[in-house]
């Protein structure tokens, strides 16, 4: 059980650090804490870290064989890819339009409609679908902690046993939804300073995950 503290710690630093880097994740969980849905930014993060800890958990017991036949898959990659690209076109063309008509004209903010006290907010399973597939969509992500993974035990830095495989991917998990907690408690912190900025980044999120499934789009087909 040695190695299984050490694992834990990598593999968060690993999970945090990873997770910085701007992205289809990043973007989504910026664009729902800044329209005030910060349960929904979480339920996203968690789907996205969850992405990580599966893939985390397979390399490190040596599983990777059997994603690995699905994630190189220039056609499920691509799947994938237009995901990014039909949830991009919604905000544009759906939740762009819907933030128009909620946005006060003299301020250029949008209006917000308090919750009832006496209603109970349901737990919906869609925005942490949204992140699982957002977090699959990345056609690097598999071969990235493949490498990453074969650095550390290539310096004895990881134990390939299952107490290891599973403190890594447990602090993978642990530090990539933490740094999204820090991202969306920032944003809600200062989202009351972002102003007129509020009502475009609908549009700028979509834009951005267009962008994004675009890319990763020509590089499932053009890359192997």
């Not at 329209?35 to 996205?48: I, N």
Request: net charge positive.
């Amino acid at each position: 059980m040695a190695a299984f503290p050490l694992a834990l710690v990598m593999g968060f630093l690993a999970g945090f650090i990873g997770a910085i880097p701007p992205g289809p994740l990043n973007v989504t969980c910026l664009r729902k804490s800044l329209q005030g849905e910060k349960r929904d930014a979480y339920r996203v993060a968690l789907g996205g870290a969850t992405v990580d800890t599966f893939i985390c958990a397979l390399i490190g017991l040596g599983l990777g064989w059997i994603l690995e036949k699905v994630v190189t898959n220039p056609w499920v990659r691509g799947t994938l890819a237009v995901f990014l690209v039909g949830y991009g076109a919604k905000l544009l063309l759906v939740d762009a339009r819907r933030d128009a008509e909620r946005t006060d004209p003299e301020t250029s903010r949008l209006q917000f409609t308090p919750r009832p006290a006496d209603t109970r907010e349901g737990f919906s399973r869609f925005p942490v679908l949204t992140g699982l597939l957002q977090g699959a969509a990345n056609p690097a992500l598999f071969v990235n902690w493949t490498l990453f993974i074969s650095f550390l035990v290539g310096h004895r830095l990881f134990v390939p046993t299952a107490a290891g495989a599973g403190g890594f991917a447990l602090g993978v998990g642990l530090g990539v939804f933490s740094w999204f907690v820090l991202l969306i408690e920032l944003v809600e912190r200062w989202r009351s300073r972002a102003g007129a900025w509020v009502s475009r980044s609908t549009i700028v999120a979509g834009v951005l995950l267009v962008v994004f499934g675009l890319f990763f789009t020509w590089r499932s087909f053009n890359i192997p």
